[in-house]
T-cell receptor, first 114, second 111 residues
Framework: DVKVTQSSRYLVKRTGEKVFLECVQD?????MFWYRQDPGLGLRLIYF???????EKGDIPEGYSVSREKKERFSLILESASTNQTSMYLC?????????????FGEGSWLTVV | GNSVTQMEGPVTLSEEAFLTINCTYT??????LFWYVQYPGEGLQLLLK?????DKGSNKGFEATYRKETTSFHLEKGSVQVSDSAVYFC??????????FGTGTSLTVIP
C-alpha cells in the first residue's frame, strides 16, 4: 500500500514563527502536492512538485514556500505564520502517468496559529 | 478548464437508506474520475475510480459509472450504514497530472 506520512498531526504555533510541515511518501512517486482544507472551501492547492528541486505554484501560494531536496520528501514552509493560516494541511503524492494516476493523501496536519 | 461540481450537503439519511451523491465534470480530453472519502480528523482515502467511459468503479458497496455523454460520475450505495458517515469528494485527473476536486458532500447516517 502507498503510504504518505505527515510528521506532525497537530501543531500550535505563534504568529510570526517559521513553521515546517514535513511529508514523506514511500512509493517512489514523482509528483507531490500540498493542499489546504478549510470548511466550505474544499481543497485548495498550495504548491506541487513533479521532480526533485522542481516546484510549481498552485492556487494559493502566497505566504508559503516549499522544498523538495529528495524524491520522497516534500516540505511546506510558512515563513512567518499568521492566524489566517490556521487550517488543515494535506500532503499528497502520485505517479507521473499521463492522467491514469491516482493521488494518495496523508492523514493531515492540523495547524493552529495563535 | 477542468472542474468538478458535486451536490452540496449536508446529506442526512437513515441507516439502510439508498444513497446518491451527484457529480458532474468539465474536462478536455479523457480524464480519470475518482471518489474519495474523508472520515473525521483524517486525510482523504481513495474509495473508487474509473479511467474510461462506461467503466464502473466499486468498493465497499459503493459504485459509480463514468458517463461521458452526461459528463457525470454519481456515487451510489444501496444501503448505507452509520460507519459511512464521512465527507465524500469527487475528483478528476487530467493528462497534465493535475487533480481537480469538488467541494465535498458531508453525509451523516443516523441509526
Amino acid at each position: 500500500d502507498v503510504k504518505v506520512t505527515q510528521s506532525s498531526r497537530y501543531l500550535v504555533k505563534r504568529t510570526g514563527e517559521k513553521v515546517f510541515l514535513e511529508c514523506v511518501q514511500d512509493m517512489d512517486h514523482e509528483n507531490m502536492f500540498w493542499y489546504r482544507q478549510d470548511p466550505g472551501l474544499g481543497l485548495r492547492l498550495i504548491y506541487f512538485s513533479y521532480d526533485v528541486k522542481m516546484k510549481e505554484k498552485g492556487d494559493i501560494p502566497e505566504g508559503y514556500s516549499v522544498s523538495r531536496e529528495k524524491k520522497e520528501r516534500f516540505s511546506l514552509i510558512l515563513e512567518s505564520a499568521s492566524t489566517n493560516q490556521t487550517s488543515m494541511y494535506l500532503c499528497a503524492s502520485s505517479l507521473f502517468a499521463g492522467g491514469r494516476n491516482t493521488i494518495y493523501f496523508g492523514e493531515g496536519s492540523w495547524l493552529t496559529v495563535v | 478548464g477542468n472542474s468538478v461540481t458535486q451536490m452540496e450537503g449536508p446529506v442526512t439519511l437513515s441507516e439502510e437508506a439508498f444513497l446518491t451523491i451527484n457529480c458532474t465534470y468539465t474536462a478536455t480530453g479523457y480524464p480519470s474520475l475518482f471518489w474519495y472519502v474523508q472520515y473525521p480528523g483524517e486525510g482523504l482515502q481513495l474509495l473508487l475510480k474509473a479511467t474510461k467511459a462506461d467503466d464502473k468503479g466499486s468498493n465497499k458497496g459503493f459504485e459509480a459509472t463514468y458517463r461521458k455523454e452526461t459528463t457525470s460520475f454519481h456515487l451510489e450505495k444501496g444501503s448505507v450504514q452509520v460507519s459511512d458517515s464521512a465527507v465524500y469528494f469527487c475528483a478528476l485527473s487530467d493528462r497534465g497530472n493535475q487533480f481537480y476536486f469538488g467541494t465535498g458532500t458531508s453525509l451523516t447516517v443516523i441509526p
